[in-house]
C-alpha cells in the first residue's frame, strides 16, 4: 500500500482519474490492461455489483504479476465494512461518493487515501475537519467548472477532482482545470457502456492515448 502522499502526487501527475465496473473479470481485466496500454497508471475500480470484490481481487492478481507500478483504487465506498473488504484486498486508494465519517475513521486507521464525495461547503468543511486533502466533487455535471472557482478560496488547502459528466474535450477540460481542479474523474464518458459490451480495448488505447495528451496540453497552458 502506498502513502497518502504518493497517491495524491500520482493522482495529479495523471490528471484523470478513469473509473469503471463490469460484472465479468476477464472483461475488467481487459479493460484495465488497454488503460494501463496507453499511459494510464492509476485507476478507479467501482464497487457498484456482486461480483466487484472478486474482480478487484483478480485486478489486484494481475497487476502484481504483469503491470507494475499501476495503482489501483475501489470507489463507491460507502460502509466500513465495504471499506475493510477492499483494504485487505489490496486496494491503494478509496473513493466514496459522500461524506462518511465510519468510512474515514477506517480509511485514517488503515492509513489509506480516503477520497470523499462531496457536493456543499458544508461537506467540503467536514473533508477538511476530518483531514482530508483531497475531495471528489459529485455529481460534476451539476456542480460545474463555477462552483470550483466559487469555493476554491474558501479552502486553500484542499484538492479538487469533479467526477460525473467530465467530458473529453478541450473546451470542457479547460474549464475545470481553469477553475482550479487537480484532475477529473470520468468513468462512462471514456469508458462507455458500448466499449465494455463490446470489449473494444483499442478505441479505449486510442481514446486514452488522445486525452492523455490533451491533458498534458493543458496542464502546460
Not at 73 to 100: M, Q
Not at 119 to 145: D, N, R, S, Y
Not at 149 to 168: D, H, I, N, Q, R
Amino acid at each position: 500500500m502506498e502513502t497518502e502522499a504518493y497517491v495524491i502526487s500520482k493522482i495529479k501527475e495523471q490528471a484523470v482519474m478513469p473509473l469503471f465496473y463490469h460484472s465479468d473479470a476477464t472483461t475488467c481485466v481487459n479493460i484495465t490492461k488497454a488503460l494501463y496500454d496507453a499511459g494510464i497508471r492509476l485507476i478507479e475500480f467501482t464497487n457498484r455489483g456482486a461480483e466487484a470484490l472478486h474482480n478487484f481481487k483478480t485486478l489486484i492478481a494481475e497487476r502484481n504479476a504483469n503491470m507494475p507500478g499501476l495503482l489501483l483504487g475501489a470507489g463507491t465506498i460507502k460502509t466500513d465494512n465495504a471499506a475493510n473488504d477492499f483494504i485487505e484486498a489490496g486496494a491503494d486508494f478509496l473513493v466514496s461518493p459522500v461524506f462518511d465519517s465510519s468510512v474515514c475513521d477506517t480509511a485514517y486507521m488503515q492509513k489509506i487515501l480516503w477520497i470523499p464525495g462531496c457536493m456543499t461547503p458544508t461537506e467540503i468543511h467536514a473533508a477538511e475537519q476530518a483531514g482530508c486533502k483531497l475531495v471528489k466533487l459529485f455529481p460534476g455535471q451539476l456542480l460545474q467548472p463555477a462552483f470550483v472557482s466559487a469555493v476554491k478560496e474558501l479552502f486553500p488547502g484542499m484538492l479538487f477532482m469533479p467526477t460525473g459528466g467530465v467530458e473529453a474535450t478541450d473546451t470542457n477540460l479547460k474549464a475545470w482545470f481553469a477553475a482550479g481542479v487537480c484532475a477529473v474523474g470520468m468513468g462512462s464518458k471514456l469508458i462507455s457502456n458500448e466499449m465494455l459490451s463490446s470489449n473494444n480495448t483499442e478505441l479505449l488505447k486510442e481514446k486514452t492515448t488522445e486525452l492523455l495528451k490533451l491533458l498534458i496540453k493543458i496542464k502546460k497552458q
